[in-house]
């Protein structure tokens, strides 16, 4: 597989810089790891920010492999994947809403659990994988192996929308110690979570066909 060379440096930072503005937009993850950091503290957001990135990443992988062009095509898959999404979104808005009903053994099971729901929450994103074929593929050079450039150009996504999401989670879990009281918590993830739901619900127009 080729290196990337310096000829390729402009078309990677014009990449790169289309994924900051992409991440910046509001969207589920920004709303979900705001929720999960104040509430439960970074420890937690930095697990679901891992389970993001590795969703992002296979997305990726898929992407280069041409499946998502299959979903892309298909109004079945691509409704059935949407409507997945949209489902699971409100669902963490609605346990966020009513706060932890589970007793978590040990600190790698909140882990775990988090770690899953952010990759769960990617792997159910249809926008991301129109991303990785709508756009994706304009970056590419036609003269280049196709392959090796998409691998390249994920991996600089996953990065940008990686420090994104850290900063997120940094931001948003300072706000714990300020949540100790109960009333706080209960009015910060409750705004937090009906923020959530509204995102659901604009995700479920803004990926409409």
């Known amino acids: 597989m080729e290196l990337a060379t310096s000829s390729d440096l402009p078309t990677l930072l014009s990449f790169a810089l289309t994924s900051l503005i992409i991440e910046l937009t509001p969207g589920p993850n920004m709303t979900y790891l705001a929720l999960v950091s104040a509430g439960e503290g970074r420890r937690a957001g930095f ?11 296979v997305l990726g992988i898929v992407a280069a492999l ?13 409704e059935g994947l949407r409507w997945a999404g949209v489902l699971f979104l409100l669902f963490l808005a609605y346990e966020g809403w009513r706060g932890q009903a ?18 769960i929450t990617n792997l159910l994103n249809p926008k991301a994988a129109v ?67 509204g995102v659901a619900i604009w995700f479920a127009f803004s990926t409409a066909r």
């Open 47 to 57: 697990a679901t920010v891992a389970g993001i990135a590795l969703g992002l990443a």
């Open 102 to 119: 589970e007793v978590v053994a040990t600190d790698k099971d909140a882990d775990r659990r988090y770690f899953m729901r952010g990759l």
């Open 131 to 197: 991303f990785y074929v709508a756009v994706l593929p304009t970056f590419i050079v036609a003269e280049r192996p196709v392959l090796s450039q998409t691998i390249t150009l994920t991996a600089i996504y996953v990065a940008v929308a990686t420090i994104i999401h850290a900063l997120i989670v940094t931001l948003a879990g300072t706000l714990e110690p300020f949540l100790n009281d109960s009333r706080r918590e209960r009015f910060a993830r409750r705004t937090l979570s009906a923020l959530l739901a």
């Open 66 to 78: 041409g499946v998502t062009e299959l979903i892309q095509a298909s109004n079945l898959l691509y």
